[in-house]
């Protein structure tokens, strides 16, 4: 298992520090319209003190969707447009909650189209990331005539990746520093519901063994997302998100993960010599417990993009 894993488990500890340490401060009410993507009350008001570092090192351990792409491409199924959300769509997102969600939406589906080179629709989608993105004053960070041109080779679609996997990460780092890592939380929340959710219509088609050992390990996922989700819940929309994150969690009740640690390896990474420990999973998880994550992965997926 990806020592992602393993490092949000530890990370996991530390917010429930947090949490216990934490007083409980009142939730302010709000319209749930929207938010203000600059105000740093929504911190101010919620009931955890979670530093911008944590949250940070939450959002960069998460899996990524561009690695369940891969397993998907892997398993020899064929590129499915049909499964991705529509770019049409982005009009109907006109709150800064459904932008946010959705940006993570549309750049787990460039993921999934890069992997399999599918340059003919890359640009449709790189517009769509476009209009959220500046629908959430973060457009700056993505150079979209850049993209396009490389978007308009094959060729250049490993060089597509890498600028949009750099200006997301830029994107991030700018809104934590900004007090504004409710909007990354979405972000990445989008992004994760949608891998998963490209990764199971491909399970209901192949019951891919390695792709079902892949959906189970995220289980703890979950938890994590669910503690700084819950952050922000004065406000209904994030309410409601928690709402139907909790009834995901319900479908991994059952799923055991059992963690195997092996020999520490010494690598090099610029010039340092650093010891990593290999670590892997073992996931015990029924037919049933499958279809039902796929069910509820479905139900979230719908109401982020519906």
């Given at each position: 298992?990806l020592?992602?894993?393993?490092?949000?488990?530890?990370?996991l500890?530390?917010?429930?520090?947090?949490?216990?340490?934490?007083?409980n401060?009142?939730?302010?009410?709000t319209?749930?319209?929207?938010?203000?993507?600059?105000?740093s009350?929504?911190?101010?008001?919620?009931?955890?003190?979670?530093?911008?570092?944590?949250i940070?090192?939450?959002?960069?351990?998460?899996?990524?969707?561009?690695?369940?792409?891969?397993?998907?491409?892997k398993?020899?199924v064929?590129?499915?447009?049909?499964?991705?959300?529509?770019?049409?769509?982005?009009?109907?997102?006109?709150?800064?909650?459904?932008?946010?969600?959705?940006?993570?939406?549309?750049?787990?589906?460039?993921?999934?189209?890069?992997?399999?080179?599918?340059?003919?629709?890359?640009?449709?989608?790189?517009?769509?990331?476009?209009?959220?993105?500046?629908?959430?004053?973060?457009?700056?960070?993505?150079?979209?005539?850049?993209?396009?041109?490389?978007?308009?080779?094959?060729?250049?679609?490993?060089?597509?990746?890498?600028?949009?996997?750099?200006?997301?990460?830029?994107?991030?780092?700018?809104?934590r520093?900004?007090?504004?890592?409710?909007?990354?939380?979405?972000?990445?929340?989008?992004?994760?519901v949608?891998?998963?959710y490209?990764?199971?219509?491909?399970?209901?088609?192949?019951?891919n063994p390695?792709?079902?050992?892949?959906?189970?390990?995220?289980?703890?996922?979950?938890?994590?997302?669910?503690?700084?989700?819950?952050?922000?819940?004065?406000d209904?929309?994030?309410?409601?998100?928690?709402?139907?994150?909790?009834?995901?969690?319900q479908?991994?009740?059952?799923?055991?993960?059992?963690?195997?640690?092996?020999?520490?390896?010494r690598?090099?990474?610029?010039?340092?010599?650093?010891?990593?420990?290999d670590?892997?999973?073992?996931?015990?998880i029924?037919?049933?417990?499958?279809?039902?994550i796929?069910?509820e992965?479905?139900?979230?997926?719908?109401?982020?993009?519906?």
């Amino acid at each position: 298992m990806l020592r992602k894993l393993f490092n949000c488990t530890a990370i996991l500890s530390v917010i429930l520090l947090f949490s216990a340490c934490a007083g409980n401060s009142s939730k302010d009410k709000t319209d749930g319209s929207d938010f203000s993507l600059s105000d740093s009350a929504i911190n101010e008001n919620a009931p955890l003190q979670l530093s911008e570092d944590i949250i940070g090192e939450v959002i960069q351990n998460i899996s990524s969707p561009v690695e369940m792409a891969s397993l998907i491409k892997k398993s020899g199924v064929d590129f499915s447009q049909k499964i991705l959300n529509n770019p049409d769509k982005v009009g109907d997102y006109n709150t800064s909650f459904k932008r946010a969600l959705n940006l993570g939406v549309f750049s787990a589906d460039l993921g999934y189209i890069n992997t399999f080179d599918k340059s003919t629709i890359v640009v449709s989608y790189l517009l769509s990331v476009k209009e959220l993105a500046e629908g959430i004053k973060v457009g700056q960070f993505f150079d979209f005539a850049a993209l396009k041109r490389m978007a308009s080779n094959s060729s250049n679609l490993d060089s597509l990746m890498e600028v949009s996997v750099s200006s997301f990460n830029k994107m991030d780092a700018y809104l934590r520093s900004q007090n504004r890592s409710h909007v990354s939380t979405l972000i990445v929340t989008g992004a994760w519901v949608e891998g998963l959710y490209i990764a199971n219509s491909v399970i209901k088609e192949t019951r891919n063994p390695e792709l079902i050992n892949r959906i189970g390990e995220q289980k703890d996922i979950i938890d994590i997302l669910l503690i700084i989700l819950g952050n922000y819940s004065h406000d209904k929309n994030f309410a409601e998100m928690v709402t139907r994150m909790e009834q995901v969690k319900q479908a991994y009740a059952g799923v055991k993960i059992t963690t195997e640690f092996g020999e520490p390896k010494r690598i090099e990474r610029d010039g340092t010599l650093i010891i990593v420990q290999d670590e892997i999973s073992h996931v015990e998880i029924t037919p049933e417990q499958v279809d039902n994550i796929i069910a509820e992965i479905s139900s979230l997926r719908d109401f982020i993009v519906l």
